[in-house]
């Protein structure tokens, strides 16, 4: 899997929870799980405005033993 842009494409589904980019003015970039709706991005964990989020990413599969 690839970072996607998100001036390329966005989630098809929303509220589809995926990984992230944010980078930072100070070089303390993130890296977090989000879903975004017609607001905009939101933390999944936190539920809190995310934004200036620039790429994106499906999650990867589960492992298949558990």
């Known amino acids: 899997m690839e ?3 998100v001036e ?3 989630p098809r589904a929303w509220r589809e ?3 992230v980019y ?3 003015a100070d070089g303390d970039d993130d890296i977090v799980t989000a879903w975004r709706d017609e607001d905009g991005w939101y933390d999944r964990l936190e539920c809190r405005d995310v934004p200036g989020v620039t790429h994106w990413m499906p999650l990867p599969a589960p492992p ?3």
């Open 17 to 19: 929870i995926v990984l």
């Open 64 to 66: 298949e033993e558990h």
């Open 3 to 5: 970072w996607i842009r």
């Open 22 to 24: 944010i980078p930072r």
């Open 8 to 10: 390329e494409r966005l």
